[in-house]
């Protein structure tokens, strides 16, 4: 199927990167941590993280934080974003926490409850420097205590 190739050439087709579909009618309780770009159009209760971007669809809702390098949001998201580059809000979309990113597009249409902080100094530390958290059945990030 994917090794489709013509005669005389050694040529395959293989994926260029690695893409992760959380589909509509979809729920899933529990953190995802992926190296690719994700998309969620179904619901996810936990910590979504991804080194790359981040789609959420319309009828996506997210209750726990996202870090993400980039994202554009059309659903619903109840908890922090860190975004590292452009957190792109559009259409329909309900954020209700605060958002850390260094660049900010937001449609007319869409809804903001939270704060938003954009000078890299107000960032809050990396995940690995946290604990997650179970919290009013979302995923919390707490920072660690130095003894």
Do not use: W
């Amino acid at each position: 199927m994917f090794n489709q190739s013509k005669k005389g050439e050694g040529k395959s087709i293989m994926p260029t990167s690695n893409i992760n579909l959380i589909g509509n009618g979809t729920s899933i309780q529990g953190d995802i941590v992926c190296e690719g770009d994700i998309r969620i159009d179904g619901q996810v209760t936990g910590l979504v993280s991804t080194k790359a971007k981040i789609v959420v669809g319309p009828e996506g809702e997210i209750t726990g934080d996202l870090v993400c390098q980039s994202a554009d949001i059309l659903g619903k998201v109840t908890g922090i974003i860190k975004c590292e580059e452009l957190l792109f809000l559009k259409g329909n979309a309900l954020i209700k926490g605060d958002i850390y990113t260094a660049h900010f597009e937001m449609e007319p249409s869409v809804k903001f409850n939270g704060r938003c902080y954009m000078d890299p100094a107000d960032l809050p530390p990396s995940t690995s420097n946290h604990n997650a958290e179970s919290k009013n059945g979302r995923t919390v990030l707490q920072e660690e205590e130095s003894i």
